[in-house]
């Protein structure tokens, strides 16, 4: 019996030893060649589906050097045995030059239904700068992709990861739980359109950490049926700012909240900390929202809420907003304004801000007195407040 159970006893740790020791796969043993010209997507397939075979935690390896994917690459996760997969990226992704290869896909790299999975460093570079010209030049062109999305999964990290010339957003979370993204930069020219830096959609328990975020739309940007964010230590410029919306384009439409956005700075942002709802009937709702220790540098609108939300005042609805917008605290704003207006409330007239909390606002224009504006809106306001509340 004593030579049994220490059989038994070797094999169990044999057992735990195998399924815990890391498998590496590197793209270059399936062909991919890093010279930025020969389409290396392939190479990235037969990698993935190895490590989703892998009953081991693997690790998909990109080393230094360009990588062409060439068309929309999509990783799936149903079926997945490893417990875990890391992409641990030395190079650059690159999408074509001609914005018309991935243009159309929506997505140029997607992640669908995938579980544990780690970004961990490299670059993408969406070659996006093509299509901005396209569209400024009121040509016909294609919608753009999102760079990264990543669709109905769970448990997904997302460290020190460069995006940069996106098409359209960067990054988008769909459908996510359990979801963290630190120490990321992303970049853009400031007059891309669509360029969101990070933008979150029916995910909950997202992190947001330490990352740096220049587009020319928003920095992050949070959609409905989000709720449970924790942003810190964001710094945003160019861009749109931080931005919780739009909201209420549809009826039925889930709320937001639970958000907290914490020692962020915006540098010559068109917005600092907004909640945008368009103007039409709408059962959605904002709520449990805590923006604190915020530094604002020449922001154009700091403090905003836009109850009528319009871009370009193009084809408005010019409804009144269903959005409930309810519980939220601005705590320790300071810094500069690059208008008079500093801290602007334009609230439904058929649901009104409620629970509007203001504490140490210290912002001022150009060294005078900022002011306040407010429709719609009812709160409290305490400690140091430059420009006085008009709540």
Not at 158 to 170: D, E, G, T, V
Request: proline content about 4%; glycine content about 10%.
């Amino acid at each position: 019996m004593m030579v049994i159970k220490h059989i038994l006893v070797l094999l169990f740790l044999t057992f735990r030893l195998s399924s815990s020791t890391k498998v590496t796969y590197n793209v270059l043993s399936f062909g991919a060649k890093p010279d930025g010209i020969s389409d290396t997507k392939n190479a990235f397939l037969k990698a993935w589906n190895l490590s989703c075979s892998s009953t081991s935690p693997a690790i998909i390896y990109v080393p230094a050097g360009r990588y062409l994917i060439a068309t929309a690459l999509t990783f799936y996760g149903q079926g997945c045995k490893s417990k875990g997969i890391t992409f641990s990226i030395t190079g650059t992704l690159v999408a074509p030059s001609s914005y018309n290869a991935i243009g159309n896909a929506q997505v140029w790299i997607k992640l669908y239904k995938v579980n544990h999975v780690t970004i961990s460093g490299g670059t993408l570079d969406a070659q996006g700068s093509s299509l901005w010209a396209c569209k400024s030049s009121g040509k016909t062109c294609p919608q753009g992709s999102t760079t990264l999305g990543i669709y109905h999964s769970s448990n997904i990290v997302i460290s020190k990861l460069r995006s940069i010339n996106s098409q359209m957003f960067h990054i988008l979370l769909y459908g996510c739980t359990n979801a963290k993204i630190q120490g990321v930069s992303i970049v853009a020219s400031g007059l891309s359109p669509n360029t969101d830096g990070i933008h979150l959609a029916s995910s909950t328990g997202i992190t947001i950490l330490s990352s740096k975020i220049s587009t020319g739309d928003d920095c992050i940007s949070i959609g409905p049926g989000t709720s449970n964010v924790w942003i810190e230590k964001v710094v945003c410029g160019p861009g749109h700012g931080i931005s919780i919306g739009s909201l209420g384009w549809t009826l039925e439409e889930p709320g937001v909240q639970n958000i907290t956005v914490k020692t962020t700075t915006f540098i010559g942002t068109q917005n600092g900390l907004r909640i945008k709802t368009w103007a039409r009937t709408s059962n959605g709702f904002v709520k449990g929202v805590v923006f604190q220790d915020a530094t604002m540098v020449n922001v154009k609108f700091p403090i905003i809420i836009d109850g009528n939300y319009c871009p370009d005042n193009d084809n408005c609805p010019s409804q009144v907003s269903g959005v409930k917008i309810s519980n939220v605290v601005y705590e320790d704003v300071h810094g500069t304004s690059a208008t008079s207006v500093a801290v602007k409330f334009d609230c439904s007239k058929g649901s009104p801000c409620s629970g509007i909390v203001l504490k140490d606002v210290n912002l001022n224009f150009r060294g005078q007195l900022a002011v306040s504006s407010c429709a719609n809106a009812v709160g409290t306001a305490s400690g140091l407040l430059q420009p006085t509340s008009c709540l």
